[in-house]
């Protein structure tokens, strides 16, 4: 299993930067892909970026230029760097783990509020 917990959330203004991190309860190396995802009222959860197999990196067109994904894998951390925030980036961020065997796990979610 793995147990992730998300933490960075908060309220900023439009134009603002946040910094969420994800810690994960084991190795990133054992772990296929990690994901971020947001969902806002009332729409479904979307992918905001992911990193699979530690390489390769695919962001939500919405979030791209604006969105970094990272990983420490000597702390078994991701974060999202969130830059140029928009009052439309509001939602819960929820990190996803997928493992080898390809078995999904998510944290608690975080709330990032934009607005002015």
């Known amino acids: 299993q793995v147990q992730l917990v998300e933490s960075g959330g908060g309220l900023v203004q439009p134009g603002g930067s946040l910094r969420l991190s994800c810690a994960a309860s084991r190795s990133i190396f054992s772990i296929n892909s990690m994901g971020w995802y947001r969902q806002a009222p009332g729409k479904q959860r979307e992918l905001v970026a992911s990193?699979?197999?530690?390489?390769?990196?695919n962001y939500n067109d919405s979030v791209k230029g604006r969105f970094t994904m990272s990983s420490d894998n000597a702390k078994n951390m991701v974060y999202l760097q969130m830059n140029s925030l928009k009052p439309e980036d509001t939602a819960v961020y929820y990190c996803r783990a997928q493992t080898w065997d390809l078995t999904y796990y998510w944290g608690q979610g975080t709330q990032v509020t934009v607005s002015s």
């Open positions: 990193i699979t197999k530690g390489i390769s990196t």
